[in-house]
């Protein structure tokens, strides 16, 4: 199949327009899906500690951001955006991720808190899909996260207006060496306008990929602040 793919999609510097055969090309991507059985007897209660054995495995199995999830938020006219954040900390108050408060996403937040995160582990025929509600995390959680970032990525989250148009690359460097004098031998301390949000989920469903496309979909729903769970078709 990938032989198939190189032969219909050319160098960059060759594509004049799509053809059809490079049309159907994209149409026979795929690949047949043999995860384990997933079903209510094998699902913890708590979607929580559900969600920690699939993320210790996806930890332990997955090379590279095993913690990426996509974001999606709405603003206020209910147009929807996604973006790939990661995941810091989770615990059963949520799932908390760090950005910057005067961000695209953070602005979406303020007027209107409901969003959803999704992960997908590809090589685990795996996704969890969550939706709730967000807030901020405190400004001492805020902290003492920010106290275990790296020097550089300190000073990024004071060079950098995240979202908000900047005239070049060189403009960009030349804030974050400002900040690097500014800062020079002492502690950086966390920008106001940066910190944390934590997804405060009432719905979490865990989709397991099996054959035939019946795919496993066991969906956790919050009624009374009692967990539900129910078996979805695919």
């Known amino acids: 199949m990938i032989r198939f793919l190189k032969r219909w999609f050319p160098a960059r510097d060759e594509v ?8 159907l090309a994209i149409a026979m991507l795929r690949r047949e899906y043999e995860g384990k059985p997933f079903d209510v007897k094998h699902a913890d209660p708590d979607p929580i500690v559900q969600f ?3 993320f210790k495995t996806a930890v332990r199995l997955i090379e590279n951001d095993p913690n990426a999830m996509t974001l999606c938020t709405a603003d206020e006219n209910g147009f ?16 908390v991720f ?13 007027k209107n808190p ?3 995160i999704t ?13 709730g509600k967000v807030e901020k995390t405190s400004a001492a959680q805020s902290d003492a996260y920010f106290k275990t970032r790296p020097d ?5 989250a004071w060079a950098s207006e995240q979202s908000h148009e900047v005239s070049s690359r060189e403009e960009l460097e030349k804030q974050l060496k400002k900040m690097e004098q500014k800062f020079k031998g002492g502690e950086i301390p966390r920008p106001p306008h940066w910190g944390g949000f934590c997804v405060n989920p009432h719905r979490l469903e865990f989709w397991q990929g099996r054959l035939n ?8 729903i919050k009624e009374n602040e009692n967990w539900q769970i129910k078996r979805l078709s695919p």
């Open 16 to 23: 004049k327009k799509p053809k059809k055969a490079a049309k």
């Open 52 to 54: 920690e054995i699939w």
């Open 119 to 131: 992960f997908f582990w590809p090589d685990l025929m795996r996704q969890i899909h969550i939706e």
């Open 98 to 110: 760090y950005t910057n408060y005067k961000s695209r996403k953070s602005s979406h937040i303020n």
């Open 213 to 220: 496309r019946l795919h496993d979909r066991l969906c956790y």
């Open 114 to 116: 409901n969003v959803s």
């Open 80 to 95: 929807p955006t996604s973006r790939t954040v990661l995941l810091k900390e989770f615990d059963h108050d949520g799932f």
């Open 152 to 156: 550089g990525s300190k000073l990024g």
